[in-house]
C-alpha cells in the first residue's frame, strides 16, 4: 500500500446482535429459553483513504455509524468484514503495538483518572506509553503551553470545567506524538471561546507535525474551520466524500433568519422590503418569519437585517446556524447526483468511490416517507 | 511495563486512600461475623475436643484467619469489569497499549493491598484481642501463608473475571454475580470448613477451584497441614491459577467480537 495513505477501509461493516423482547407474559417466559435477535447493520460497507496530513471531518446524523467507524478504525470494535489499516497495522488485530501510533480523544467520554490530579493522570500516561523522562518534559511543556494547561495540572479531573477537561484530554493523547489523531465530538458541549480555542490548536498542531486528524461532528463550523475533506455518512453507507466548498455550493441549508414580531405580519410585505436580497421567505407562525439565505453569503444577512430592522414590532432576531444533519436532510430532499460520492480529494481513484455512490442509490425515496410521516 | 503496572497499583492504592472512611464500618462487619461464628462454632463444639479434623481452639483461629483472608483477596472485579463493558467505558481502555484484563487485575491488586494493610492487619490484631485466636509461631507457616493468600488472590480475582466477562452474555448479570458471591464463600469454606461437608460433598468440593481460596490457606495457618500436605495445598492453587487462564482467554476473545459500544 502506498506510504502516503494514513488510513484505509474497504468495504469495511460493523453487524450488531440486538436481542429482541417478545411481549407480554408469555413472551417474557419464552425469552427466557429462546432469545431473538435482530441484525443491526451499524456501518454498511464503506470504502475510503485518509492521506498523511489531511483533517478529514466524518459527519453524519446521529446512529449514521461514525462512532462505530471509529471504533473500527481505533482498534476497540471488531469489523464483522472489510479491510481496515492504520499506520501499516490491523488495528483489532495488532491492537496494543498499534495504539501506540494514534492518539483517541472522545468528547463524550473522559479518558482521565477521575479522582486524581491531571499530573498524575499524565505519569501514568507516559509509562503506559513508555515515553522517555525527558521527552515526556518537553512534550508536556509544550502542551502546557500550547493548551494554557498551567494551573489546571495540579487539580483532580471532576474540578475542572469541561472546556478544561477537553483541553487536558487532548494533551493526554498527544503526550506519545500520535501521527493519526482521532477526534469523537471533541467540541460537544463546549461554549464558543473553548471551541475556538480548539479548533486552532488542532490546525497548529496540524500544520507544525503533519499529525493526520479523522473527527467526527455535528457542529458545521468546526468543519469549515478545520477539514478540507468531509465524509458524510447516513444508513452506514457513504453519501459524499470530497470537498467541503463542493458540500456547501451543492446542498448547504444556508442560514436561517428567524424574526419574531409582537403582531401578526404579512410575508409579501417582508418580501417587497428585501426584494433585492437572494432571500427566501417563510412564516413558522402568524408571528414568526424566516428568511432563508444562501450558504456562504455573509453581506446578505447585513443587508437583510439593515432593510427589516426599522420595521415597527420586532422582538427578536435570530441567526441559525445550518448543521449536518441539515445539509444530509437537503442531500435526500434534492436528490443525489451521480458521482456525488466520488468528488473532491479522492479524485485520484484511491476511495472505492462506486460502491458508495451504489449504496446511497435507493435510499432517498424511504428518507422522503419519514419526513412525511413526521411533517 | 512493570513500572506501568506498579503505577496502575500505586494510584489504585491513592485512590482507595482517599475513600478510607468507608472501611471503617467495614471492621466492624468483619468483626461481627467473627464474633457471630466464633459462638457458633463453639455452641456446635459443646465441648468436644475435635470435630471434622479440627480443635476447637483451631477452629476459632480458622474463623478468624478465613474472614481476615477473604478482607484481602475480596474485590469487585466482576462488577467493574461487567459496567464497563456495559456502559462502554472499556472503550478508553482498549485504545491503550496494554492488555485489558491485566490492567484491572492490577487495579485489583492496589485495592487487595489496600485492604490488607488498612483492614486486614489491624483487623488482625482487633480479633486477636478479642478472641482466644492462636497465631502460629513457626515464620514458616507465616511465609507459606502468605504465599498462598496471593495465590487465593489471582484465583479470586479469575473467577471473578470470568463471571464479569459471562454477564456480557446474559441479559441481567445481577443474579448471577450474587450468585457467585454466595458460591464462593459457601464452597471455599469460609462459612463451613471443607472437613465438616459429607464425604460425597468433600469429593466435589476438592475437583473444583473454590476450595483453593480459603480452605487450603486457612488449614495451613491454624497447623492442620504440614510438610508434603502443604506442598501439595500449593500445587493445587497453582494449578488453579493456570488452568483458570484458558476460558478467561476465551470468553475475552468471544466478548471483543460482539462488543457493542454506545453511541453511532
Known amino acids: ?375 | 511495563m512493570i513500572a506501568m503496572y506498579a503505577e496502575i497499583i500505586r494510584i489504585r492504592f491513592l485512590t482507595m486512600l482517599a475513600y478510607r472512611v468507608n472501611y471503617y464500618s467495614g471492621i466492624l462487619i468483619y468483626a461481627i461475623n467473627i464474633g457471630a461464628y466464633y459462638f457458633l462454632w463453639r455452641a456446635i463444639y459443646a465441648g468436644q475436643e475435635r470435630l471434622g479434623g479440627m480443635t476447637a481452639a483451631q477452629m476459632t483461629t480458622y474463623v478468624a484467619v478465613a474472614w481476615m483472608a477473604r478482607a484481602f483477596y475480596f474485590n469487585n472485579l466482576d462488577r467493574d469489569i461487567a459496567t464497563e463493558i456495559r456502559d462502554g467505558s472499556v472503550a478508553v481502555q482498549l485504545i491503550r497499549p496494554y492488555s485489558y484484563l491485566a490492567v484491572k487485575m492490577m487495579q485489583a491488586l492496589g485495592e487487595g493491598l489496600f485492604r490488607l494493610v488498612m483492614f486486614m492487619a489491624p483487623g488482625m490484631v482487633l480479633v486477636a484481642l478479642l478472641f482466644p485466636v492462636r497465631l502460629p509461631a513457626d515464620p514458616a507457616v507465616w511465609g507459606w501463608f502468605a504465599l498462598m493468600l496471593a495465590l487465593s488472590f489471582v484465583i479470586n480475582s479469575e473467577i471473578n473475571m470470568l463471571t464479569g466477562l459471562a454477564v456480557f452474555f446474559l441479559e441481567s448479570g445481577e443474579g448471577l454475580m450474587r450468585m457467585k458471591r454466595v458460591v464462593v464463600d459457601l464452597l471455599s469454606g469460609l462459612m463451613i470448613p471443607i472437613g465438616f461437608f459429607p464425604a460425597w460433598a468433600q469429593g466435589v468440593l476438592g475437583a473444583l477451584p473454590f476450595q483453593a481460596i480459603a480452605y487450603l490457606p486457612a488449614t495451613v495457618f491454624v497447623g492442620g497441614r504440614a510438610g508434603s500436605d502443604v506442598y501439595a495445598a500449593v500445587g493445587v492453587q497453582l494449578f488453579w491459577c493456570v488452568a483458570l487462564l484458558l476460558p478467561i482467554a476465551l470468553m475475552w476473545r468471544w466478548a471483543r467480537r460482539r462488543l457493542f459500544v454506545q453511541g453511532g
Open chain 1, 1 to 375: 500500500m502506498d506510504q502516503d495513505v494514513a488510513i484505509y477501509a474497504h468495504e469495511l461493516r460493523k453487524e450488531f446482535r440486538v436481542p429482541r423482547n417478545r411481549e407480554g407474559l408469555w413472551g417474557a417466559l419464552r425469552d427466557l429459553f429462546g432469545r431473538r435477535h435482530d441484525r443491526i447493520e451499524a456501518v454498511a460497507g464503506v470504502s475510503f483513504q485518509v492521506r498523511r496530513g489531511e483533517i478529514c471531518g466524518y459527519i453524519g446524523e446521529n446512529g449514521a455509524g461514525k462512532s462505530t467507524t471509529i471504533k473500527m478504525l481505533t482498534g476497540i470494535l471488531v469489523p464483522t468484514s472489510g479491510e481496515v489499516v492504520v499506520n501499516g497495522f490491523v488495528p483489532y488485530r495488532q491492537r496494543q503495538a498499534y495504539v501506540r501510533t494514534i492518539g483517541v480523544v472522545f468528547g463524550q467520554r473522559s479518558q482521565l483518572w477521575w479522582d486524581i490530579g491531571v499530573i498524575e493522570s499524565f505519569r501514568l500516561l507516559r509509562k503506559v506509553y513508555r515515553v522517555p523522562e525527558a521527552d515526556f518534559r518537553r512534550r508536556l511543556d509544550e502542551l502546557t503551553e500550547r493548551l494554557g494547561l498551567g494551573e489546571l495540572l495540579h487539580r483532580p479531573v471532576r474540578k475542572l470545567s469541561l472546556g478544561q477537561r477537553m483541553r487536558c484530554e487532548l494533551a493526554a493523547a498527544l503526550l506519545h506524538r500520535p501521527s493519526v489523531l482521532f477526534l469523537d465530538e471533541p467540541t460537544i458541549g463546549l461554549d464558543v471561546v473553548a471551541k475556538a480555542e480548539i479548533r486552532e490548536f488542532l490546525l497548529e498542531m496540524n500544520r507544525r507535525d503533519g499529525t493526520t486528524i479523522l473527527l467526527t461532528t455535528h457542529d458545521l463550523q468546526d468543519i469549515e474551520a478545520l477539514c478540507s475533506r468531509v465524509i458524510m455518512l447516513d444508513g452506514g453507507r457513504i453519501i459524499y466524500d470530497g470537498g467541503l466548498d463542493e458540500l456547501k455550493a451543492r446542498w448547504g441549508a444556508g442560514r436561517d433568519v428567524v424574526i419574531h414580531f409582537d403582531r401578526p405580519v404579512a410575508l409579501a410585505e417582508l418580501r417587497a422590503l428585501t426584494a433585492d436580497v437572494p432571500a427566501v421567505w417563510s412564516a413558522d407562525d402568524e408571528r414568526t418569519v424566516r428568511a432563508r439565505l444562501p450558504a456562504g453569503d455573509g453581506a446578505s444577512v447585513s443587508e437583510l437585517l439593515a432593510r427589516v430592522a426599522g420595521r415597527p414590532g420586532i422582538r427578536d432576531i435570530r441567526i441559525v446556524e445550518p448543521n449536518t444533519d441539515d445539509i444530509v436532510r437537503e442531500i435526500y430532499r434534492t436528490g443525489m447526483p451521480d458521482g456525488a460520492a466520488t468528488g473532491g480529494a479522492t479524485a485520484d481513484g484511491a476511495s472505492a468511490g462506486g460502491a458508495t455512490a451504489d449504496g446511497a442509490a435507493g435510499e432517498p425515496d424511504q428518507r422522503r416517507e419519514q419526513e412525511a410521516v413526521r411533517a
